[in-house]
């Protein structure tokens, strides 16, 4: 199987930047995905990476390093609805899909 | 508009009791998966479908059935729930040619007493 760790809780004032880590065990996978969920709603899709780098979409970025085993996403100019869980996944070449115990993220004024 | 949508929202059942949860997609997409949030586990994949009549065990299928008899729909089966299986359930879909973006449902909330 496949394991990911995130980081429990990160707190971060509204207009900073923010890095959410997730490494991860794996004995092969297509690529990195990030999800987005609010309590109380589903979750939703943020960003993949398919490949090693950084992939940028507004204010998020996602970075993925296959040698270090190790992705990051990255939320800049944080706002109060940026309060949420964070999730890392990956589809193993079985097509399963394996996440991460997830990320609450606390945006204080 | 597009969307995964599931039913009921919330339901709280005895134990030993069968029960379906109902999840539907008008994407027209090949793979549909359930996954249970339970508090510090994150999602975990209960069971999986590539397409029609395709079904594959996920990380934690014990106590699971499903079936995928039309490309919209992918019913979850509890054939004698019992209180471990207390949990949110989340129904997905994804196009295979879409990405790797999966489309959750609402979520459906269940208790098991």
């Known amino acids: 199987g496949q394991s990911l760790e995130q980081p429990s809780e990160v707190t971060a004032v509204e207009g900073a930047i923010v890095q959410i880590n997730c490494t991860y065990q794996?004995?092969?996978?297509?690529?990195l995905s990030w999800y987005q969920q609010h309590d109380g709603g589903a979750p939703t899709f943020l960003s993949y990476?398919?490949?090693?780098g950084l992939e940028e979409t507004g204010r998020f970025s996602s970075f993925l390093s296959r040698s270090d085993s190790y992705g990051y996403l990255l939320l800049q100019e944080l706002q109060m609805k940026d309060s949420a869980s964070y999730f890392c996944?990956?589809?193993?070449?079985?097509?399963?899909?394996?996440f991460g115990s997830g990320t609450k993220l606390n945006v204080k004024p | 508009e597009a969307q995964v949508t599931q039913n009921p929202r919330y339901l709280i059942t005895v134990t030993g009791k069968k029960l379906t949860v109902t999840c539907s997609q008008n994407?027209?997409?090949?793979?549909m998966s359930w996954y249970r949030q339970d508090p510090g586990l994150g999602l975990r994949q209960i069971y999986y479908?590539?397409?029609?009549?395709?079904?594959d065990k996920g990380d934690v299928p014990e106590g699971y059935k499903v079936s995928r008899k039309e490309k919209r729909n992918f019913p979850l089966i509890l054939e004698s729930p019992s209180p471990n299986q207390t949990s949110l359930y989340f129904c997905?879909?994804?196009?295979?040619?879409?990405?790797?973006?999966?489309?959750f449902g609402p979520g459906t909330r269940l208790t098991v007493t």
């Open positions: 997905a879909s994804r196009g295979l040619a879409g990405g790797e973006e999966q489309y």
């Open positions: 479908s590539m397409n029609v009549e395709v079904t």
């Open positions: 794996t004995s092969g996978f297509y690529g």
């Open positions: 996944a990956v589809r193993d070449v079985f097509n399963k899909f394996y």
């Open positions: 990476n398919a490949l090693d």
């Open positions: 994407m027209n997409h090949e793979y």
